[in-house]
């Protein structure tokens, strides 16, 4: 799902949104059938180990990350490793399909996302192969 570039400091991943979780409401004009996009590029080169030591210790610490958002350029977003199973079981398995949140209010405030939310989570599906379980089940139960 995702590749490493040369530099070792791009990461690249396409994710389906999903709307309405957890008492959120849906934003208009998010198209829940559209694939976003998603590239993130760390200034760190030693990011990955940097997220992992962070996620051993349940630190909550964010590193600062260039996103582009269907090819709109943020800055100074906040990355880190989600979840606990998600997280760990895929790490057991020596998959690099990782999951991530970002938080566009880390170092910025008073800035969102193109879809209207402030934080989104980044699922690797490690339980839905199709990664479409997720999208179909929000949509129905909206």
């Keep these: ?8 400091t791009v ?19 998010i198209d829940p059938f559209h694939l976003y996009e998603i590239k993130i590029q760390f200034e760190d080169p030693n990011w990955e180990n940097k997220l992992k030591s ?3 210790t349940d630190r909550k610490d964010k590193l600062a990350a260039t996103i582009w958002f ?11 490793f989600k979840g606990n199973s998600s997280f760990n079981n895929v790490k057991k398995q ?3 399909k990782l999951p991530f949140t970002l938080d566009a209010n880390e170092f910025r405030k008073d800035i969102a996302f193109p879809v209207g939310y402030k934080n ?6 490690f339980r839905d192969p199709s990664y ?10 909206g």
Excluded: E
């Design 11 to 29: 990461f690249i991943a396409c994710f389906l949104i999903i709307i309405g979780a957890h008492g959120q409401k849906p934003v208009s004009g």
């Design 120 to 125: 989104l989570k980044l699922s690797n599906g």
């Design 132 to 141: 479409v379980r997720d999208v179909l089940s929000y949509y129905i139960a």
């Design 70 to 80: 269907d090819g709109l350029k943020m800055d100074s977003i906040g990355v880190r």
């Design 94 to 96: 020596g998959s690099r």
């Design 1 to 8: 799902m995702y590749n490493r570039i040369r530099s070792s």
């Design 54 to 56: 962070y996620k051993s």
